[in-house]
């Protein structure tokens, strides 16, 4: 389960920073929506997405996807 959590969580970071970046570097002149999602209608509209799915992608890395600390001191 952890490795599919791991999965979702460097698909959403990825895809984030592709939208934040290509949001960012764009002229609006020639800007285009990536994959003809119709949401993603302007350069800021693309910057707003691509951070959050980037945010949603950290965070449930950080809530889901590290392992725990054992409560025995003495595992390894």
């Not at 999965?7 to 020639?30: H, Q, R, S």
């Not at 302007?42 to 965070?59: K, Q």
């Amino acid at each position: 389960m952890r490795h599919l959590v791991r999965f979702v969580c460097v698909l959403l970071i990825a895809v984030g920073a592709g939208l934040l970046v290509y949001g960012v570097t764009v002229e609006p002149a020639n800007y285009r929506m990536p994959a003809d999602i119709r949401l993603l209608g302007s350069p800021t509209e693309c910057v707003a997405w691509g951070t959050g799915i980037l945010v949603g992608g950290l965070l449930f890395l950080a809530l889901f996807g590290f392992k725990p600390a054992s409560a025995d001191p003495d595992a390894a």
